[in-house]
């Protein structure tokens, strides 16, 4: 099974700073790679796929980047509605592997 | 508008069985793979299974193999997982989960329901 790591696991920002997070994954999965947003009581929400590519509808101060193995997700501008966990997932082969989450709050 | 409605979750003892439902709507339900996702409790997220609009492949989570079963009826526009042999370790949030590709393998989804909570315990 591909592993997939998270870093940092939790982390605390101000209103209107940039925010970024790490994901690895323990081999090449090229770009399959989705980014989602867990917040709490809800269910995951699809952010980013294929790395870099911002699903319909979601704010454009969300990116994502990396190929093979490191990958990066980006707040370019952490909103109060952002508090949540993100997840990064690979789909490159079965069983489909989450990362363990980063949780975000407001400092 | 999708939507996907599970339901079945209940307090079971170890070794029982259950079987989940998900009811979907506002899409075209034979035309996509469908997926189990579940959460235990303060969490991450695991992938259980997957079923093809066909229903044709199932792939299972090696944690569940052998003792779930996905199936679809497609002229219900239902997806269930038949759960044997429960473990404490299962009790998790089960969520039902659209894969985003029609009429493919693609592995990501781009809708979910609430979930459905299942408690495995004595």
């Known amino acids: 099974d591909i592993q997939m790591t998270q870093s940092p696991s939790s982390l605390s920002a101000s209103v209107g700073d940039r925010v970024t997070i790490t994901c690895q994954a323990s081999?090449?999965?090229?770009?399959?790679l989705n980014w989602y947003q867990q917040k709490p009581g809800k269910a995951p929400k699809l952010l980013i796929y294929?790395?870099?590519n911002l699903e319909t509808g979601v704010p454009s101060r969300f990116s994502g980047s990396g190929s093979g193995t490191d990958f990066t997700f980006t707040i370019s501008s952490l909103q109060p509605e952002d508090i949540a966990t993100y997840y990064c997932?690979?789909?490159?082969?079965?069983?489909?592997?989450f990362g363990p989450g980063t949780k975000v709050d407001i400092k | 508008e999708v939507q996907l409605v599970e339901s079945g979750g209940v307090v079971v003892q170890p070794g029982g069985s259950l079987r989940l439902s998900c009811a979907a709507s506002?899409?075209?339900?034979?035309?996509?793979?469908m997926h189990w996702v579940r959460q235990a409790p303060g969490k991450g997220l695991e992938w259980v299974s997957l079923?093809?609009?066909?229903?044709?492949?199932?792939y299972y989570a090696d944690s569940v193999k052998g003792r779930f079963t996905i199936s679809r009826d497609n002229s219900k526009n239902s997806l269930y997982l038949q759960m044997n042999s429960l473990r404490t370790e299962d009790t998790a949030l089960y969520y039902c989960?659209?894969?985003?590709?029609?009429?493919?393998?693609?592995?990501?989804?781009?809708?979910w329901g609430q979930g459905t909570l299942v408690t495995v315990s004595s």
């Open positions: 081999q090449d999965i090229s770009n399959y």
């Open positions: 294929d790395a870099s």
């Open positions: 079923i093809s609009w066909d229903g044709g492949s199932t």
């Open positions: 989960a659209k894969d985003i590709a029609r009429r493919e393998l693609l592995y990501y989804f781009d809708y």
């Open positions: 997932q690979q789909y490159d082969n079965l069983p489909v592997t």
């Open positions: 506002g899409f075209t339900f034979d035309d996509y793979t």
